[in-house]
């Protein structure tokens, strides 16, 4: 059974920085590619970065470059989300989503309907 564990959310004030965790479970990890999305409230989601496991590319919404940092543990099967300079605009329920690789996948990788399995999502609030 996949199982997709994100953690790490919390309140921080602007500027502050967080680290999310995704914890995957259930599937090969080398052969999927693994996105962070986010909804704020009254919004539709959004892709905010995804990686490619099997060689490391990533990906990032341009509300978001040089700001968030995606990464894997290949070992631990976790993704993580280093956000750091964040703003107001950051809060929302970020969610992590898996889809096995294909390029059609990372080339759309910021649209949901191209992830099959999605974990829980933790809630960011950033404090102006």
């Known amino acids: 059974e996949v199982q997709l564990q994100a953690s790490g959310g919390g309140l921080v004030q602007a500027g502050g920085s967080l680290r999310l965790s995704c914890a995957a479970s259930g599937f090969t990890f080398d052969d999927y590619v693994i996105g962070w999305f986010r909804q704020a409230p009254g919004k539709e989601r959004e892709g905010v970065s995804c990686i490619s496991s099997s060689d490391g590319s990533t990906y990032y919404a341009d509300s978001v470059k040089g700001r968030f940092t995606i990464s894997s543990d290949n070992a631990k099967n976790t993704v993580y989300l280093q956000m750091n300079s964040l703003k107001p605009e950051d809060t929302a329920v970020y969610y992590c989503?898996?889809?096995?690789?294909?390029?059609?996948?990372?080339?759309?990788?910021?649209?949901?309907?191209?992830?099959?399995?999605w974990g829980q999502g933790t809630l960011v609030t950033v404090s102006s």
């Open positions: 989503a898996a889809t096995p690789y294909s390029i059609v996948v990372v080339t759309n990788w910021y649209i949901q309907y191209e992830y099959d399995y």
